[in-house]
């Protein structure tokens, strides 16, 4: 399996919203909707793979709607406008 394939295997979406977009101009996080069987080490690998960052830590949550939500944050500063650029988000 290709790294492309296993990115859209993992990642459904990224999450736009007002406070999502706060947190990768503010706090150099990105937000996305990840595959609900899927553990954090497994998102972080896919995440540097694909866009070529280092990823600092994962946070994961169950949302009310059944979805799992990753918060990915990077250790360097503009990886997160990188990653959001690259999906469409900014």
């Known amino acids: ?21 706060l947190m990768i101009e503010r706090e150099n996080k990105i937000t996305v909707i990840v595959d609900r069987h899927v553990n954090k080490p497994r998102i972080k690998k ?3 793979e694909k866009f070529g960052v280092k990823v600092k830590k994962v946070n ?17 500063v503009d990886d997160a406008i990188k990653v959001a650029t690259t999906l469409g988000i900014l």
């Open 60 to 76: 994961t949550l169950i949302t009310p709607h059944g979805e799992k939500k990753a918060i990915v944050t990077f250790e360097n």
């Open 1 to 21: 399996m290709t790294e492309l394939d296993e990115f859209y295997l993992v990642v459904k979406y990224p999450v736009v919203t007002e406070k999502s977009i």
């Open 46 to 48: 896919v995440i540097e």
